[in-house]
């Protein structure tokens, strides 16, 4: 893969590293002896793995300037392996924590290993590891044959795949060792962030100057919402860290906000970061691999464009509904509950946009399991927006709020939704990117398909009735006046569900650890064909002979 | 805008674009997507003209409903006050003895001491109150400070060894650490106690251990936890004598009591719980039986 890179880029790589490596020397000396001193560390770690071998390959050859006819795939196909890492690793955390809230005894004695830095790695794992992974991977591929450009170069896409990573591994190693702002989903602190500020910027760059040199006339649906996902959530990402670092030297900032405004800044950014992150990037993905699969036409263009500006300009008032009954002002919170009630609109309306595709190849979705991923995600995607415009509504809320509710919606999108559509996409996307017909194995895909739908369906039932059962128990009083049940009352009631959901976030495990296993054996099966077959094998999967051009 | 071909199946044309095969239909958008993007659309501007909604410079709009969810949460807290008063008042005005004569009221504390104590107390000393390693069993009538309903309540307001200025003061002596008694001694006066309340007793090889270590504990003990052992409420001194034992009676656990000292604390609540509160706990304390 380096000796693809041209000798220009090889060296702007090696100068990328060397800084690195520097600011990493200087983040380890100023923090000596400190979680900042050993990201430091980490940091020149990075920098020498990802260097050695560019140093081995650093000499090679320009390359054959036939590949810049061709798309660049790279950066893609290792995307998709580390999303699948990522999974495994974020949800087997998941897995983890829940057991500790069904057993809590069962934890060992040490820091890391407590409850509460377990859970944002879970978080974080799934949402940036393996979410974040695979969009980057699928944006890169469907901004390539939906623009009919290759990417402008070879070595800002590395830096965006490779310098995102690093921020994962910043962060989730931090919260290991106590770093963290207490923010949901933002945890990580001020040098990571700003840190993935630079990479965000890579990536919107390329973005940019990929669709600037586009060969259709029209820039195609799923990349006004990767668009979306990348621009909004890097707003969000620069608004919501804003801080002041206590010393360059150290890892603990204060935020810029305080009180209620850190609050509502704080939801703002989180219910945007379902919105962008979880949503537009997601919809961008369902928008290119389900028809491609379906081999269908979108059902309506007009419905798209309706469902896109609903959706983009709604949800940027609904996070207040996460701060029903507290000290914001009450105007702020109808302004959230009312627009979560229209943005229920456009979210069915993309749901329903998907699913009316699929007229006309339901026979497809019978059949092949991967098609079926997609469609089943469409279908968790209207339930759970359904759901979360209604929990928005306050009289809902002040039920479900701080309950176990919360904790299934959001399963019912992470699993049902994004993990589902992520899933049908890489196993649409595998076999095209290794030039190979299909999967190494169809049956798995289903085993695959069973286990994540029986896990999805197990943990949100299981959640949804601890959680109503909890909001319940806490509301109910005597006929005194005074609480029926105490916390730990709702506790005990609370206890069969805990295992149940743990259940249920293991099936789901297990269904990635088979997808991952699939994805790596087609990656050793498509090689070792190459192989036998002298690199003669390129099999034109997609529906007609892609036309390709030259780069810059 | 030019269009494309038309789809057999649905019958519908395309727009006439493609990307990478994908292409899309000209479908309009359904009426049922337009009419409820206008019902959510009016419901939205009701729910606004009602509610306090929009911001303006230095106000809002405050809803022709006048609504405000700070005098809701005051009138709700009232209201709920107003409903409990009855039997609340009585609570606070009668003295434990009127209130424990009284079944009516005994009911509602029941009712109510569980969940405050659960809420509450339960973290260390457990739900059932049989407490647990350090912290006290409540149900054994082995008090430390007294368990009529009034000594109960004055621990709770202003707890053991807690920051309250009032607080209750209590220590036990490291005996070892701080040199007043030899490895001999204390392992005498360890059997001695642990024979007060019966385990080893039987045992004629530990007869002069103990009785070497009752002259220790005469010497030593006496002062607070008293001539018989039983304990000064007045000085948080534990009952030697009962079967229950706040840190364990294992032969290791006691050495460690006496060699090391012991100082147990209880945050003060009187600043958290209120008055009728800290009232009913003492109360439905007090009442607390041993789990069988």
Redesign the interface.
Known sequence: MIARLTVAERQSALLILIVMSFLGLAMAAAGRGTPFGLHGFLVIAASIGVGLPLLRKFYAPEPDPAQFEQYYDDPTKVGIVLAMLWAIAGMFVGVWVAALLAWPDLTIDAAWASFGRLRPIHTSGVIFGFGGNALIATSFHVLQ??S?ARLPDQLSPWFVLLGYNLFCVVAATGYMMGVTQSKEYAEPEWYADIWLVIVWVVYFLIYIRTLARRK???I??ANWYYMAFILVVAILHIVNNLAVPVSFGDFKSYSAFSGVQDAMTQWWYGHNAVAFFLTAGFLGMLY?YL??RAG?????????I?SFW?ITFMYMWAGSHHLH?TAL???V???G???S??L???S??SA?NALATL??AWHKVRDDATLRFMMVAAVFYGISTFEGSFMAIRAVNSLSHYTDWTVGHVHAGALGWVAMITFGSIYALVPWMWKRETMYSARLIEVHFWLALAGTVVYVFAMWNSGIIQGLMWRTY?D??????????SLVAMHPYYIARAFGGLLFLLGAIVGTYNVLMTIRVAKRERAQSGGGTDVPS???D?VLQAGE | MELGKRDPITGRVTTGHEWNGIEELDTPVPRVVLFFLTVTTLFAIGYWIAMPAWPLWSTYTKGILGVDQREIVARQVAEARQERAPWVDKIASMDFAAIQADPDLMGRVQLAGRTLFEDNCAACHGVKASGGPGFPNLSAKSWLWGGTPDKIAETIRIGINSTNEDTRISQMTAFGRDGVLDATQISNVVAYVRALSGPGSDDPAEAPAIAAGKEVFAANCVSCHGEDAKGKQDMGAPDLTDKYWIYGGSLDTVFTSVYSGRQGHMPHWGTRLSDVDIKILALYVEALRPQQ
């Open positions: 044959r939906t009919r259709e006339p029209h195609y649906v290119y028809p491609k269908r036409p979108i059902f309506s263009y007009r419905l798209s309706i609903g009954y002002p009450q105007w919170q109808t302004l509950m009312t627009f009630i229209v229920l609109v456009p069915w309306a329903g007229n006309g005597t005194s006046g005074t609480l029926a049940y105490s916390f730990i009352d997609y529906g007609r892609p």
